[in-house]
Protein backbone atom coordinates (compact mmCIF):
# COMPACT_ATOMS: atom_id res chain seq x y z
CA UNK A 1 0.00 0.00 0.00
CA UNK A 2 1.39 3.43 -1.00
CA UNK A 3 1.74 6.01 1.76
CA UNK A 4 -0.21 9.24 0.85
CA UNK A 5 1.33 12.73 2.01
CA UNK A 6 -0.79 12.84 5.25
CA UNK A 7 -0.14 9.84 6.69
CA UNK A 8 3.81 10.04 5.91
CA UNK A 9 3.73 13.07 7.72
CA UNK A 10 1.55 11.39 10.41
CA UNK A 11 4.47 8.75 11.36
CA UNK A 12 7.27 11.72 11.26
CA UNK A 13 5.61 13.43 13.84
CA UNK A 14 4.44 9.92 15.98
CA UNK A 15 8.52 9.63 15.51
CA UNK A 16 9.14 13.06 16.80
CA UNK A 17 7.36 12.70 19.47
CA UNK A 18 8.26 9.48 20.82
CA UNK A 19 11.93 10.65 20.30
CA UNK A 20 11.26 13.60 22.62
CA UNK A 21 9.56 11.70 25.39
CA UNK A 22 13.30 10.87 26.34
CA UNK A 23 15.82 13.44 27.94
CA UNK A 24 19.82 14.36 28.19
CA UNK A 25 22.37 14.87 30.72
CA UNK A 26 25.72 17.24 29.94
CA UNK A 27 28.06 16.85 32.92
CA UNK A 28 30.98 19.26 33.37
CA UNK A 29 33.53 17.82 35.84
CA UNK A 30 36.49 20.09 36.98
CA UNK A 31 38.75 19.53 40.36
CA UNK A 32 38.95 21.75 43.46
CA UNK A 33 40.29 24.68 41.17
CA UNK A 34 37.91 24.26 38.66
CA UNK A 35 40.17 23.00 35.54
CA UNK A 36 38.78 20.81 33.94
CA UNK A 37 39.21 17.00 34.42
CA UNK A 38 39.58 14.29 31.86
CA UNK A 39 39.23 10.58 32.04
CA UNK A 40 36.15 10.78 35.09
CA UNK A 41 33.67 7.82 34.36
CA UNK A 42 30.25 9.27 34.67
CA UNK A 43 27.30 6.40 35.48
CA UNK A 44 23.61 7.22 35.35
CA UNK A 45 21.47 5.18 37.28
CA UNK A 46 17.52 5.76 37.64
CA UNK A 47 15.90 6.03 40.90
CA UNK A 48 12.08 4.87 41.72
CA UNK A 49 10.11 2.85 38.86
CA UNK A 50 12.16 4.73 36.19
CA UNK A 51 13.05 2.45 33.32
CA UNK A 52 16.77 1.37 32.77
CA UNK A 53 17.97 -0.21 29.67
CA UNK A 54 18.76 -3.70 28.66
CA UNK A 55 22.73 -4.44 29.34
CA UNK A 56 24.58 -5.42 26.24
CA UNK A 57 26.25 -8.44 25.68
CA UNK A 58 29.29 -9.44 27.45
CA UNK A 59 32.53 -8.25 25.67
CA UNK A 60 35.98 -9.33 25.95
CA UNK A 61 39.14 -6.25 26.34
CA UNK A 62 42.09 -6.17 25.70
CA UNK A 63 44.92 -4.22 28.07
CA UNK A 64 47.89 -4.45 26.07
CA UNK A 65 51.89 -3.82 28.04
CA UNK A 66 53.56 -1.51 25.61
CA UNK A 67 57.14 0.58 26.29
CA UNK A 68 56.27 -0.40 30.05
CA UNK A 69 53.13 1.11 30.46
CA UNK A 70 49.36 -0.35 30.55
CA UNK A 71 47.56 0.16 27.08
CA UNK A 72 44.62 1.63 27.99
CA UNK A 73 45.38 2.87 31.47
CA UNK A 74 41.80 3.13 32.17
CA UNK A 75 39.17 1.07 30.97
CA UNK A 76 35.56 0.38 31.95
CA UNK A 77 33.64 -2.91 31.93
CA UNK A 78 30.33 -4.63 32.48
CA UNK A 79 29.96 -7.52 35.18
CA UNK A 80 30.06 -10.75 33.03
CA UNK A 81 33.04 -8.79 30.75
CA UNK A 82 36.38 -10.54 30.15
CA UNK A 83 39.66 -9.14 30.10
CA UNK A 84 42.75 -10.20 28.40
CA UNK A 85 46.18 -8.72 29.73
CA UNK A 86 48.65 -9.16 26.83
CA UNK A 87 52.83 -8.52 26.74
CA UNK A 88 53.99 -6.78 23.98
CA UNK A 89 57.23 -5.23 25.65
CA UNK A 90 61.12 -7.24 24.88
CA UNK A 91 60.75 -8.18 28.63
CA UNK A 92 58.61 -10.46 31.44
CA UNK A 93 55.50 -8.48 33.38
CA UNK A 94 53.95 -9.60 36.75
CA UNK A 95 50.47 -8.38 36.24
CA UNK A 96 48.99 -8.40 39.65
CA UNK A 97 45.32 -7.18 41.70
CA UNK A 98 44.48 -7.48 44.90
CA UNK A 99 41.59 -5.30 45.00
CA UNK A 100 38.30 -7.06 46.47
CA UNK A 101 36.52 -6.80 43.11
CA UNK A 102 39.13 -9.00 41.28
CA UNK A 103 42.27 -10.82 42.99
CA UNK A 104 44.90 -12.28 40.38
CA UNK A 105 48.17 -11.93 39.06
CA UNK A 106 49.19 -13.61 36.00
CA UNK A 107 53.28 -14.03 34.99
CA UNK A 108 53.65 -12.50 31.42
CA UNK A 109 56.60 -13.46 28.78
CA UNK A 110 57.19 -11.53 25.84
CA UNK A 111 54.53 -12.03 23.56
CA UNK A 112 52.15 -14.00 26.01
CA UNK A 113 48.89 -12.83 27.21
CA UNK A 114 46.96 -14.26 30.17
CA UNK A 115 43.79 -16.50 29.70
CA UNK A 116 40.73 -14.52 29.62
CA UNK A 117 39.34 -13.37 33.46
CA UNK A 118 35.92 -13.07 33.87
CA UNK A 119 35.03 -9.57 35.90
CA UNK A 120 31.69 -10.78 37.94
CA UNK A 121 31.99 -8.14 40.32
CA UNK A 122 31.22 -4.58 40.17
CA UNK A 123 34.14 -2.25 41.93
CA UNK A 124 37.58 -0.40 41.05
CA UNK A 125 40.05 -2.41 40.17
CA UNK A 126 43.75 -0.89 40.16
CA UNK A 127 45.99 -3.03 38.16
CA UNK A 128 50.15 -3.58 38.89
CA UNK A 129 53.37 -4.75 37.65
CA UNK A 130 55.34 -6.60 40.66
CA UNK A 131 58.35 -6.18 37.99
CA UNK A 132 57.85 -2.72 37.52
CA UNK A 133 56.32 -0.39 40.19
CA UNK A 134 55.31 2.71 37.72
CA UNK A 135 52.80 0.43 36.05
CA UNK A 136 49.26 1.34 36.60
CA UNK A 137 46.15 0.74 35.16
CA UNK A 138 42.17 0.92 36.50
CA UNK A 139 39.28 -1.37 35.21
CA UNK A 140 36.11 0.11 36.06
CA UNK A 141 33.46 -2.48 36.69
CA UNK A 142 29.74 -0.80 36.75
CA UNK A 143 26.11 -2.02 35.84
CA UNK A 144 25.40 1.53 35.50
CA UNK A 145 22.48 1.45 32.94
CA UNK A 146 23.96 4.69 31.15
CA UNK A 147 27.95 5.42 31.44
CA UNK A 148 30.01 8.18 30.02
CA UNK A 149 33.79 9.35 29.94
CA UNK A 150 34.89 13.02 29.83
CA UNK A 151 37.55 14.51 27.52
CA UNK A 152 39.66 17.04 27.46
CA UNK A 153 37.04 19.69 28.28
CA UNK A 154 36.09 17.69 31.33
CA UNK A 155 32.66 17.43 29.32
CA UNK A 156 30.24 14.19 29.02
CA UNK A 157 26.97 14.05 27.34
CA UNK A 158 24.37 11.00 27.91
CA UNK A 159 21.42 10.51 26.08
CA UNK A 160 18.54 8.63 25.99
CA UNK A 161 17.01 8.74 29.56
CA UNK A 162 13.53 8.60 29.65
CA UNK A 163 11.84 11.32 31.87
CA UNK A 164 12.89 10.86 35.65
CA UNK A 165 14.98 10.82 38.68
CA UNK A 166 18.66 9.85 38.52
CA UNK A 167 21.66 8.97 40.42
CA UNK A 168 24.70 10.00 38.76
CA UNK A 169 28.11 9.48 39.95
CA UNK A 170 31.38 11.01 38.89
CA UNK A 171 34.73 8.63 39.62
CA UNK A 172 38.09 9.66 38.22
CA UNK A 173 41.73 7.68 38.65
CA UNK A 174 43.01 10.58 40.90
CA UNK A 175 39.64 10.84 43.30
CA UNK A 176 40.79 10.44 47.07
CA UNK A 177 40.58 7.74 48.37
CA UNK A 178 37.99 7.38 51.67
CA UNK A 179 35.52 9.42 50.23
CA UNK A 180 33.37 7.28 48.03
CA UNK A 181 32.17 8.28 44.72
CA UNK A 182 30.87 11.85 44.78
CA UNK A 183 26.71 11.54 43.94
CA UNK A 184 24.34 14.18 42.42
CA UNK A 185 20.42 13.77 41.77
CA UNK A 186 18.77 15.30 39.14
CA UNK A 187 15.33 15.07 37.52
CA UNK A 188 15.48 14.80 33.69
CA UNK A 189 12.86 15.93 31.74
CA UNK A 190 11.00 14.74 28.51
CA UNK A 191 13.27 16.15 25.63
CA UNK A 192 15.12 18.36 27.82
CA UNK A 193 19.25 18.22 28.61
CA UNK A 194 19.89 18.74 32.45
CA UNK A 195 23.26 19.98 33.38
CA UNK A 196 25.03 18.36 36.11
CA UNK A 197 28.49 19.70 37.49
CA UNK A 198 31.29 17.69 39.84
CA UNK A 199 34.00 19.25 41.54
CA UNK A 200 36.27 16.39 42.63
CA UNK A 201 39.07 16.28 45.29
CA UNK A 202 42.05 14.83 43.39
CA UNK A 203 45.53 13.74 44.31
CA UNK A 204 48.08 15.52 42.24
CA UNK A 205 49.24 13.70 38.81
CA UNK A 206 52.75 12.43 39.38
CA UNK A 207 51.20 10.31 42.64
CA UNK A 208 48.97 7.59 40.74
CA UNK A 209 51.05 4.76 41.18
CA UNK A 210 50.38 3.64 44.67
CA UNK A 211 47.61 5.83 46.71
CA UNK A 212 44.97 3.65 44.86
CA UNK A 213 46.56 -0.22 45.01
CA UNK A 214 43.59 -0.29 47.87
CA UNK A 215 41.29 -0.96 45.88
Request: hydrophobic fraction near 45%.
Amino acid sequence: MRMGPAWLAFLLAASGAAAAKDGALEVRVTDARGAPVADAIVSVRPRGAEAGRPAPAPARRIIDQKNLAFVPGLEVFRPGDEVVFRNSDATRHHVYSFAPAAKFEFVLAPRESSPPLKLGRTGVIAVGCNIHDSMIAWLYVTDAPWIARTGADGRAALDGLPAGSYEVRAWQPRLKPGGGEPLRTVVVAAGATAPVSFALPLLPPPRMDHEHMQY
